[in-house]
Structures are given as structure tokens and as C-alpha cells.
């Protein structure tokens, strides 16, 4: 088994940064394996679980339109961690940010993660205000 740890959530203000961080750990062999397709994943309350940021077995990598240029992954293949840091936050970032990986599969490829990964942390919740 895997285990995700998100940290780094809070309020802030229009405008300002966070950053977030996923911890993983748990069966080293299950560990390497799930390491290959990792993501970061939002939901805002009423509203669909959406991809924010996937990274896939070669570190491609994809964004959410809405984040492009304001958020940054940084993923630590020795320390097992996967941050995200988030500069000029808006309101409509507002939402509970999750973790998540999977072991490898096609479907992954690109950074492709989606609702059927395998691991996810507990969450950690970002509010941005106006």
C-alpha cells in the first residue's frame, strides 16, 4: 500500500502563493510503482474533482487551462515528494487539493491521471478570498 500526506493548505488573499506538498510513502516496492503517474487533483464544494497538474513515468507533464502559468509542480523522485506551488491565487481556487498516483498504465501517459487512480491522500484545503 501507498500512503499520501498533503500539506501546505490555508487562506489567503487574492493574489498571494501557496504551496502544497504530498508526501508518499508506504511498501517501497508498491512506492516505485505508484511513483510513475502522480497528479494533483481540486474540488470546489457542488463541483466535479478536476485535474489540476499530471506528471507521468518520463515527468511530462500537464496542467489544467486554468492554472497554466500560475502553478508549478516540483516532484523529488528521492524524497518521494510531489509539491505544488501556486502563485497568484484566485478565488475560484478555492477547493480541497488532493493527491494521487497510480502504477504505471497507458493511460497515463502525458500526465493523464484521473478519478480512477489507484492512491489519494486525505486533502488539504486552500481558500482564497477576495
Known amino acids: 500500500q501507498v500512503q499520501l500526506v498533503e500539506s501546505g493548505g490555508g487562506s489567503v488573499q487574492a493574489g498571494g502563493s501557496l504551496r502544497l506538498s504530498c508526501a508518499a510513502s508506504?511498501?517501497?516496492?508498491?512506492?516505485?510503482?505508484?511513483?510513475?503517474?502522480m497528479g494533483w487533483f481540486r474540488q470546489a464544494p457542488g463541483k466535479e474533482r478536476e485535474r489540476v497538474v499530471g506528471?507521468?513515468?518520463?515527468?511530462?507533464?500537464v496542467y489544467a487551462d486554468s492554472v497554466k502559468g500560475r502553478f508549478t509542480n516540483a516532484k523529488d523522485n528521492a524524497k518521494h515528494t510531489l509539491d505544488l506551488q501556486m502563485n497568484s491565487l484566485k478565488p475560484e481556487d478555492t477547493a480541497m487539493y488532493y493527491c494521487?498516483?497510480?502504477?504505471?498504465?497507458?493511460?497515463?501517459?502525458?500526465?493523464?491521471?484521473?478519478?480512477?487512480?489507484?492512491?489519494w491522500g486525505q486533502g488539504t484545503q486552500v481558500t482564497v478570498s477576495s
Open positions: 494521487a498516483a497510480n502504477s504505471w498504465t497507458t493511460s497515463c501517459k502525458g500526465g493523464l491521471i484521473g478519478p480512477w487512480a489507484k492512491y
Open positions: 508506504g511498501d517501497i516496492y508498491v512506492l516505485y510503482s505508484a511513483w510513475d503517474c
Open positions: 506528471i507521468d513515468i518520463e515527468d511530462r507533464t
